[in-house]
T-cell receptor, first 113, second 115 residues
Framework: SQQGEEDPQALSIQEGENATMNCSYKTSINNLQWYRQNSGRGLVHLILIRSNEREKHSGRLRVTLDTSKKSSSLLITASRAADTASYFCATAAVGSAGNKLTFGGGTRVLVKP | DAGITQSPRHKVTETGTPVTLRCHQTENHRYMYWYRQDPGHGLRLIHYSYGVKDTDKGEVSDGYSVSRSKTEDFLLTLESATSSQTSVYFC??????????????FGQGTRLTVV
């Protein structure tokens, strides 16, 4: 079963708007990570937030983490057509050997010019 | 891109044949992983390695075996391919540092079709 579940499964917005997607998970985590995947390509790491952090920023990305609710959100501000991609959350569970990540099902984002 | 090369990038094979996918890294990272990606399932871990000759099973390991004889190479073998193993396979690597708070770097994927 998947550790992370993402919501919504798909999102369509206009260029310049903000995009928000959410991730829920089930177990205690060391960190939560977000990845982007362009069609037909490998995943690219976007941001990592540790379990003792509540918010993190990187450029136009803002990630929040609420460990009491076992949830995270990714906000992309002022979206661009180039942000069209699938976005995945991934969790590294406490006590998990080998830095293993468990991925959610992803959110497909379409940014219309 | 991190120095990860997957080969082949595309393969069509027949049911019942053995298939080996190769992942090669030039980053000297300790950990290597094989994931499969299927519609509606995100990425699921097949096997991973935490050092030369040290491997362990992931979530969906049945029907797959792996080997790591050198730091830079991680092989995934489908002993007898089945149609349910049609998928896109991704190799990933990560470092051993910072108490596990490290990102993974992914290869470009191998699209495998079993007919």
């Amino acid at each position: 079963s998947q550790q992370g579940e993402e919501d919504p499964q798909a999102l369509s917005i206009q260029e310049g708007e903000n995009a928000t997607m959410n991730c829920s998970y089930k177990t205690s985590i060391n960190n939560l990570q977000w990845y982007r995947q362009n069609s037909g390509r490998g995943l690219v790491h976007l941001i990592l937030i540790r379990s003792n952090e509540r918010e993190k920023h990187s450029g136009r990305l803002r990630v929040t983490l609420d460990t009491s609710k076992k949830s995270s959100s990714l906000l992309i501000t002022a979206s661009r057509a180039a942000d069209t991609a699938s976005y995945f959350c991934a969790t590294a569970a406490v006590g998990s050997a080998g830095n293993k990540l468990t991925f959610g099902g992803g959110t497909r984002v379409l940014v219309k010019p | 891109d991190a120095g990860i090369t997957q080969s082949p990038r595309h393969k069509v094979t027949e049911t019942g044949t053995p298939v080996t996918l190769r992942c090669h890294q030039t980053e000297n990272h300790r950990y290597m992983y094989w994931y499969r990606q299927d519609p509606g399932h995100g990425l699921r871990l097949i096997h991973y390695s935490y050092g030369v000759k040290d491997t362990d099973k992931g979530e969906v390991s049945d029907g797959y075996s792996v080997s790591r004889s050198k730091t830079e190479d991680f092989l995934l073998t489908l002993e007898s391919a089945t149609s349910s193993q049609t998928s896109v396979y991704f190799c990933a690597i990560s470092e051993s540092r910072d108490r596990g708070n490290t990102e993974a770097f992914f290869g470009q994927g191998t699209r495998l079709t079993v007919v």
